[in-house]
């Protein structure tokens, strides 16, 4: 059951950081007037999906990356009619296509900040200083070191 739980959390704590680094990307290129065609959290086969305006939202089965899909991000990429060329990233200016791509690593930076902070928010307590486990072969134990002895310097 630990095994299950350990992969749940793993599953959790990367699908928040690629979740953040993901909607960095998003979020500029949408701001830059970039087409998004698809925001996915997770690569392979998708298990829910919608479509929202021009770009599809998806979860895809393993969670271990994802990815935003824009116009134009793909040299020789021909989707679109040509009338949407100016939107596709190719298009943009290099400092627009420079934000788009450092979007994504700057969330993460950011979250990283943003979390750090809320960890030390508030008055700060320490559990006692006592020892729990000695091991009774061990040169603590033979120095006379017990378990439920407290560490005061």
């Known amino acids: 059951m630990d095994a299950i739980s350990n992969i749940l959390v793993f599953a959790l704590f990367i699908g928040t950081l690629v979740f953040f680094h993901e909607l960095g990307h998003f979020a500029v290129a949408k701001w830059c007037g970039v087409k998004v065609h698809a925001f996915s959290l ?5 298990l829910i999906a919608f479509t929202k305006g021009e770009t599809r939202y998806r979860i895809a ?18 989707e679109d009619p040509e009338e949407d060329y100016s939107r596709s990233l190719a298009a943009k200016p290099l400092w627009q296509r ?15 900040a943003v979390v750090y902070q809320a960890l030390f928010i508030g008055t ?3 559990s006692d200083t006592k020892l729990g486990v000695v091991s009774r072969t061990g040169a603590a134990y033979e120095a006379g070191i017990r378990p439920g002895d407290k560490i005061t310097h």
């Open 42 to 46: 997770g690569f392979g086969p998708e």
């Open 124 to 126: 700060q307590t320490f």
């Open 61 to 78: 089965l393993l969670p271990l990356g994802g990815y935003v899909k824009m116009l134009g991000e793909q040299p020789g990429e021909n």
């Open 98 to 112: 420079t934000a788009v791509v450092a979007a994504g690593p700057i969330a993460n930076f950011l979250l990283a």
